[in-house]
């Protein structure tokens, strides 16, 4: 049972209700994240502003959820990671693609450095050494794409922690906190 349980449609102000009507016409649902950052529009708007934002940047679908994946498997977030497992797919990754991407890995020489930096920058909680900076660059992350990924990063951390503080109920299908090996 959730520690802080989404707000149901009744429940919201005007705003919100439109806000999560728009979610749910986009998505096919209102993921009960959503529904709980609901509690605090100006978070849920924020959250949805900077997604839809970074949407728009130089990192693909498949990057960002390869970020996603390497973020919430290190924080141990089940919610985020059933919820970035189906996304994924959507994306295009291979069910080998988001175990690999679990472990801060992939299989494409870009997308392994995407993966890496995203989980070295959440160990590190941002410090990166010089010399891994320089090796990052050396393997094609511009400064671009480091501020970026390190955007993606902050993005899920923000829904991680919630669901951690929240035990928001996974409405997705339900992913192993445990994962595989990499294939």
Same mark, same amino acid.
């Given at each position: 049972?959730?520690?802080i349980?989404?707000?149901?449609?009744?429940?919201?102000?005007?705003a919100?209700?439109?806000?999560?009507?728009?979610?749910?016409?986009?998505?096919?649902?209102?993921?009960?994240?959503?529904?709980?950052?609901?509690?605090?529009?100006?978070?849920?708007?924020?959250?949805?502003? =900077?997604?839809?934002?970074?949407?728009? &940047?130089?990192?693909? /679908?498949?990057?960002? !959820? %390869?970020? *996603?994946?390497?973020?919430?498997?290190?924080?141990?977030?089940?919610?985020?990671?059933?919820?970035?497992?189906?996304?994924?797919?959507?994306?295009?990754?291979?069910?080998?693609?988001?175990?690999?991407?679990?472990?801060?890995?992939?299989?494409?020489?870009?997308?392994?450095?995407?993966?890496?930096?995203?989980?070295?920058?959440?160990?590190s909680?941002?410090?990166?050494?010089?010399?891994? =900076?320089?090796?990052?660059?050396?393997? &094609?992350?511009?400064? /671009?794409?480091?501020? !970026? %990924?390190? *955007?993606?990063?902050?993005?899920?951390?923000?829904?991680?922690?919630?669901?951690?503080?929240?035990?928001?109920?996974?409405?997705?299908?339900?992913?192993?906190?445990?994962?595989?090996?990499?294939?």
């Open positions: 049972m959730p520690r349980k989404p707000l149901q449609n009744h429940e919201l102000d005007a919100t209700s439109t806000t999560l009507d728009a979610v749910g016409k986009k998505l096919g649902m209102v993921p009960n994240l959503f529904a709980t950052l609901a509690h605090a529009p100006a978070a849920l708007n924020s959250y949805l502003g =900077f997604s839809d934002n970074l949407s728009n &940047g130089v990192l693909t /679908a498949k990057q960002r !959820e %390869i970020v *996603a994946l390497a973020v919430a498997q290190y924080n141990q977030c089940q919610y985020c990671l059933s919820a970035h497992s189906l996304m994924g797919k959507g994306a295009g990754l291979s069910e080998n693609d988001i175990v690999k991407a679990r472990n801060g890995s992939a299989s494409e020489a870009l997308n392994h450095t995407i993966a890496a930096f995203a989980r070295d920058v959440v160990e909680r941002g410090v990166i050494p010089d010399e891994d =900076f320089n090796a990052y660059a050396g393997q &094609g992350l511009t400064h /671009a794409l480091m501020v !970026e %990924i390190i *955007a993606n990063v902050a993005l899920n951390l923000l829904t991680n922690y919630i669901n951690h503080l929240a035990d928001t109920e996974i409405d997705f299908p339900v992913v192993d906190l445990v994962n595989q090996e990499v294939a």
